[in-house]
């Protein structure tokens, strides 16, 4: 791939080592882990954004294996900066809880520090938000995706574990979840599919200054 017509691109679950760079883009790459078990890499996460946005970016200091924060500044001052949060939680190891107490105080920190900044969390969390709920029960959690029209399998009745955490932490940083909320995705699209089903595993939220009802 030489060229597209993205703006930012976003990939997690790389499995490289070594960064590919794409034309008309810059960069910013963490490095996918050797797997002592099975001797390939795993993880990984890339964000490419295009030279054509006129913006200077930075990876900031925090970022880890699993957690990528990329400050976006524009120029002349059009726009406050954003900060892209890019995540990928495995969906085997215990690490639910932690990354996103992780994700929750970088967030926090930025939010405390620079209130005007907005702010993006996007990736794939491995995590149910879907929910479709008893005709008695009261509407919960904002960030749930209710009521979903799925095609190949219902919608789970409750939230599985790791997405209850990932409403909690969201609903904590007063972020809000755009899948199944704009124009293009309603109802919202699967973004995981296997032979036994089609899921939706990977989310994008932002601050709630940036969502537009």
Not at 38 to 64: C, D, H, M, N, W
Not at 91 to 100: A, C, D, G, S
Not at 106 to 116: D, G, H, L, S
Request: charged share 20%; proline share 6%; glycine share 4%.
């Amino acid at each position: 791939m030489t060229s597209c017509n993205y703006s930012i691109i976003l990939l997690e679950e790389t499995w490289l080592e070594d960064p590919i760079e794409l034309g008309g883009y810059s960069l910013h790459h963490i490095s996918a882990k050797k797997s002592k078990k099975s001797g390939r890499p795993s993880g990984g996460l890339a964000t490419y954004i295009s030279t054509a946005l006129l913006v200077s970016t930075e990876q900031l200091a925090f970022s880890k294996t699993d957690l990528q924060a990329i400050k976006i500044t524009f120029s002349n001052n059009q726009h406050t900066p954003l900060v892209i949060f890019n995540v990928y939680t495995h969906p085997r190891k215990n690490r639910k809880v932690l990354l996103y107490d992780e994700l929750l105080n970088m967030v926090e920190e930025i939010q405390c520090a620079n209130p005007a900044w907005d702010i993006l969390v996007t990736g794939d969390f491995n995590a149910n938000l879907m929910h479709t709920p008893e005709p008695d029960e009261q509407l919960a959690a904002e960030n749930a995706i209710w009521s979903v029209p799925l095609q190949t399998l219902p919608a789970q009745k409750g939230l599985d574990t790791r997405g209850k955490q990932l409403v909690e932490a969201l609903e904590h940083m007063s972020m809000r979840v755009l899948n199944g909320r704009i124009n293009d995705d309603i109802p919202p699209s699967f973004t995981h599919h296997s032979a036994k089903c089609a899921t939706i595993i990977d989310y994008t939220a932002v601050s709630l200054p940036l969502l537009v009802p």
